[in-house]
């Protein structure tokens, strides 16, 4: 069975690091893309970035390129999102999620089930 | 980057309604779009894929169609489990933005 099993919650100060996990099981980890999205409280789904885990190709959504940092280990089958300085507005629900390619179609068929972090003075 | 549109952002439904909504890309993205659900606390689950397919273990009531810029999500008959916000998705991968969502769709009980 795929699955894509989130590190828990996260309350952070204005100014602190944080790094927050996916880890993927049940399947080849390094042959699909993995994504992160953000979700603010009461929002859509935003696009942050994607890292392919064979060889660490990543790439950035405009709005995130400089504002995060997205890595993985491909030896524990993790991927990993990172801020070296959080802001109150990075409050939100992250989600990492798995891009298929099949048949010359593209879609998102697991996500996991996602890490609140919360910055508050 | 390529716009996605949704319409409407809500609509009340009862049981049993046939409910449509429409997703609009900026330009032309083929058929690569994706409509997923999402209920409140829930990550979202992949409903359609390629505009038209639908995903294994989703009810039939759920179809998609349209190519293009237009695209189009149904339920034929609304069930007490499907309300919720969805969410349509191009995955043209028009670098830099690889995917970008809709705005949402609410879907509430009348």
């Known amino acids: 069975e795929v699955q894509l099993v989130q590190s828990g919650a996260e309350v952070k100060k204005p100014g602190e690091s944080l790094k927050i996990s996916c880890k993927g099981s049940?399947?080849?980890?390094?042959?699909?893309?993995i994504g992160w999205v953000r979700q603010m409280p009461g929002k859509g789904l935003e696009w942050m970035g994607i890292?392919?885990?064979?060889?660490?190709?990543?790439r950035y959504s405009p709005s995130f390129q400089g504002q995060v940092t997205i890595s993985v280990d491909k030896s524990i089958s993790t991927a990993y999102l990172q801020w070296s300085s959080l802001k109150a507005s990075d409050t939100a629900m992250y989600y990492c999620?798995?891009?298929?390619?099949?048949?010359?179609?593209?879609?998102?068929?697991?996500w996991g089930q996602g890490t609140l972090v919360t910055v508050s003075s | 980057d390529i716009q996605m549109t949704q319409s409407p952002s809500s609509l009340s439904a009862s049981v049993g309604d046939r409910v449509t909504i429409t997703c609009r890309a900026s330009q032309s993205i083929s058929s690569y779009l994706n409509w997923y659900q999402q209920k409140p606390g829930k990550a979202p689950k992949l409903l359609i894929y390629?505009?038209?397919s639908l995903q294994s273990g989703v009810p039939s009531r759920f179809s998609g169609s349209g190519s293009g810029t237009d695209f189009t999500l149904t339920i034929s008959s609304l069930q007490p489990e499907d309300f919720a916000t969805y969410y349509c998705q191009q995955s043209y991968n028009n670098p830099p933005v690889w995917w970008t969502f809709g705005q949402g769709t609410k879907v509430e009980i009348k």
């Open positions: 049940g399947y080849s980890f390094t042959t699909y893309w």
């Open positions: 390629a505009a038209s």
């Open positions: 999620a798995r891009r298929v390619y099949s048949s010359g179609q593209i879609y998102i068929d697991y």
């Open positions: 890292i392919y885990p064979g060889d660490s190709d990543t």
